[in-house]
């Protein structure tokens, strides 16, 4: 808006300086037609002066007086009157002149002056005469200019007027002009850079101008795409970076569980399994008091304890690619729930499984599957120490797999294991499939690290939500064995 009211100020002031120019001019024109018109009136007091003369010489002084009179009497607004250069103060025929236009007429001259009279402003020309023995004498010729003052008072005031006028009019429309075709646009370029300079890239100007501040604004345009596209590959490589670096991480983990794993079974496996064996053999042994023999069946279990942790961080560690292969995913629920029936039982937990009967075909291990799977059942079980509903569903969807899982988007069979249990906080979401993260006392961190790597090895993706008090839920996505087929027969062969 400001610069539509300096383009105003600058168009109101080139008007204005236009219409003084024309105004100079047009006053200019009227001075060479007064001018003009004194010249004129000279030359008719000097053709009436020589007709006086001459009458007076031919006629007399009467006749010459009765001529100027019948001149004078047609016309109000100009007179002629016969005067006596020489008259007295007071006298009549005394003309009201200096002595310097005194000096001019004794010479021969005409004088000119302009008075304010009773009837308005009056031009006064005075001719001499030269009529020999006579007074020095003069024809006075007077005319009234009240209409040339009128005329000058109202051409002046039509040009303030037209003037003032013509610069409101084109002042206003400049105004609107310039806040339609500059303001505004300039607005909104000022408001799409600060949104640009905030982040905020959405939106477009679109303006329909076909100037250069339309030209503007497409660029605009079209380089905040260009920044938004930019950011978001930006976000992409960085989320992509990111999630390698976490996977360099959790291999790094993986590689140190493994060297760790690999060095206990080598160093506490025989010393296991010979405690394992004599436990088993004090808990048989009739000799003993029950209490030792309770004694021995605790030191054969924790012996076993300590030998399953040792088997699940081999399997961590173990890159064991799994035989993909099309797999009932009904059937295999099915079977865990058959394995882990006892302990559902013990602790209260009623498992329910939704969905259709029919079979769901995934294309993924069996056996590996059947552990994942035994893994979040187990899980959800020990998350509801005081019993609950343990629920299991099976559904198929359309859906992409995360970016940190090859593959692509096609149909895919989710499993949903959902608890009733105490939830899990926010903060430890993030945490929950890392090896040896557990917020249980007797756990060992090491379960849902492993269903992970087992999910991700068929190709698939897990994920977790909770709240604290409001129970977990596992979701499982495996691709169609259909799915996985048709993919294969549609990849590239490698050369």
């Known amino acids: 808006m400001k610069l539509a009211r300096k383009l105003t100020l600058a168009l109101v002031a080139a008007i204005f300086v236009v219409m003084a120019a024309y105004a100079y001019v047009q006053t200019r024109h009227e001075v060479m037609l007064f001018d003009v018109d004194v010249q004129r009136s000279r030359w008719f007091g000097r053709g009436t002066a ?87 004498a003069a024809v006075e010729y007077s005319e009234n200019l009240e209409q040339q003052r009128l005329y000058l008072r109202t051409s002046h005031r039509g040009l303030v007027v037209a003037t003032s006028a013509i610069a409101l009019i084109c002042g206003l429309i400049a105004l609107w002009l310039g806040h339609w075709l500059v303001g505004r646009p300039v607005g909104l370029l000022r408001d799409k850079a600060r949104k640009i300079a905030a982040g905020d890239f959405s939106g477009s100007l679109a303006l329909r101008q076909r100037d250069e501040i339309g030209e503007l604004a497409a660029e605009i345009d079209a380089m905040s795409d260009r920044i938004r596209e930019a950011r978001d590959k930006l976000a992409r490589e960085t989320e992509a970076r990111t999630r390698a670096v976490e996977q360099l991480h959790h291999a790094d983990r993986l590689a140190t569980a493994g060297q760790l794993a690999s060095g206990v079974a080598h160093e506490l496996g025989t010393p296991l399994n010979v405690i394992a064996a004599r436990g088993k053999m004090i808990a048989a042994a009739n000799a003993w008091t029950d209490a030792v023999r309770q004694n021995g069946r605790i030191i054969t279990e924790q012996a076993e304890r300590m030998s399953g942790i040792i088997r699940q961080l081999l399997d961590l560690s173990r890159q064991r690619r799994p035989k993909l292969g099309p797999a009932d995913l009904r059937s295999i629920v099915s079977r865990t729930l058959d394995l882990v029936s006892s302990a559902a039982t013990a602790a209260r937990v009623n498992v329910i499984v939704d969905g259709a009967r029919a079979p769901v075909q995934v294309e993924a291990d069996q056996n590996q599957l059947e552990q994942a799977l035994t893994n979040l059942v187990l899980n959800g079980i020990q998350a509801m120490p005081d019993g609950g509903r343990l629920t299991l569903s099976i559904d198929t969807a359309h859906a992409r797999p995360p970016a940190n899982v090859a593959g692509p988007a096609g149909q895919y069979v989710v499993l949903t294991v959902a608890d009733e249990g105490i939830g899990i906080p926010p903060e430890n979401l993030p945490h929950i499939f890392e090896p040896f993260f557990t917020t249980r006392e007797q756990g060992t961190g090491l379960g849902l690290a492993i269903t992970h790597e087992i999910v991700r090895a068929c190709g698939g993706s897990i994920r977790v939500e909770g709240t604290p008090g409001g129970g977990a839920t596992f979701v499982v996505e495996l691709p169609a064995a259909e799915e996985r087929a048709s993919s294969d027969r549609t990849a590239p062969s490698a050369a």
């Open 50 to 136: 020589a007709a006086i003369e001459e009458i007076w010489q031919q006629g007399g002084e009467a006749r010459a007086m009765e001529l100027l009179e019948t001149i004078s009497s047609g016309n109000p607004a100009r007179e002629m009157r016969w005067v006596w250069l020489d008259a007295p103060v007071g006298d009549p025929r005394r003309p009201d002149i200096s002595d310097e236009d005194r000096r001019v007429l004794a010479t021969g001259g005409s004088v000119t002056n302009v008075r304010e009279m009773a009837d308005g402003l009056r031009r006064f020309i005075l001719v001499p005469m030269s009529i020999p023995g006579s007074r020095p």
